[in-house]
């Protein structure tokens, strides 16, 4: 079921693009504030609890419908499966932004550009240079790589929908949640520990499907010592496996970017399918 689920969510996200932010992301954003403001005590213990109350308990009922549907049939459970994975992701829109955002830092269309920027949640990067926005895109558009596809399809391979969708609600938690205090940096650890897994098959995907020695080179350099986060390994990794090092990026990086995602969410659709037919012969023999 795991990759005919994930093989339907994205070919439905390819159809028929999920913009975000929906209605569903929208009374997200108010049940996520409620939580803050009733759990927020200022402690890590504190905020772990606010993780479970606002994360894992919505993904667990998720799982818990999908689970009584796939007793009832299997194709129910199935479509259920593609249905919570297809809502966890928003690859299809990522590609269109990324295409509008090239077609206006072609046409020097700065406007455009903070418009599109704004939409990836970047919205702070507006005043900087043409180059440094170019790569500013560059990165946000390889960490919502990660962030909208490889860590959702990660979690979902070994715990369903569940793990899509308690990685997809943290999200968008560690953003709202940000602060100083200990009950902030709860959320934060908490996503660094989700994203140092599937960091780090991004990274080696991109490696493979891309330049693989300025890849590698990028992301050990950037990993170095420890203290970087899995989103600042993967855009350091994507920036290698396109030939970019250091270099000030041309608009058309930004198709690059998209297509070097597309290429390592095609790997990891196709490894999902050789592991699905190995475990589908098994069960003839």
Known sequence: MTFLGAFLALLWDQLSPLHRPSQFDRL?????D????????????????AWVVAA???????????????NIGYLLGLAWS??????????????????ELQAALSAGDRQRARSCLAEMGLA???????????????????????????GV????????????????LTVPLAERWR????????????????DWLPGRLA????????????????????DGDGLSTAAEGVRAAGFGALGLGDAAPDPDYVSGAVALLKRAVLLWLALLGLIWLAASSSLFQ
Not at 60 to 67: P, Q, R, T, Y
Not at 82 to 99: M, S
Not at 179 to 194: E, K, N, P, V, Y
Request: charged content about 10%; overall charge neutral.
């Open 153 to 168: 399809i990660f979690w979902f391979v070994p715990f369903g929908p569940f793990g899509a969708l308690a990685y997809a």
């Open 203 to 222: 990274v080696f995907s991109f490696a493979i499907v891309g330049n693989f020695e300025e890849a590698m080179l990028a992301w050990r350099g950037k």
């Open 34 to 49: 409620w939580v803050l403001t009733h759990f927020n005590a200022g402690s890590q213990a504190h905020g772990l609890l």
């Open 179 to 194: 602060g100083a205090s200990d009950f902030h940096t709860a959320i934060c650890q908490i996503m660094r520990w989700l």
């Open 124 to 150: 702070d990067a507006g005043s900087l240079p043409n180059a440094e926005l170019t790569r500013s895109a560059l990165g946000q558009v390889l960490q919502l790589g990660l962030n909208r596809v490889f």
């Open 82 to 99: 593609a249905a919570v994975l297809y809502q966890c992701l928003g690859f299809r829109q990522l590609n269109q932004l990324a295409d």
């Open 28 to 32: 997200f954003g108010r049940y996520g």
């Open 56 to 70: 894992l308990v919505p993904a667990a009922l998720i799982a818990l419908a999908g689970s009584l549907l796939a």
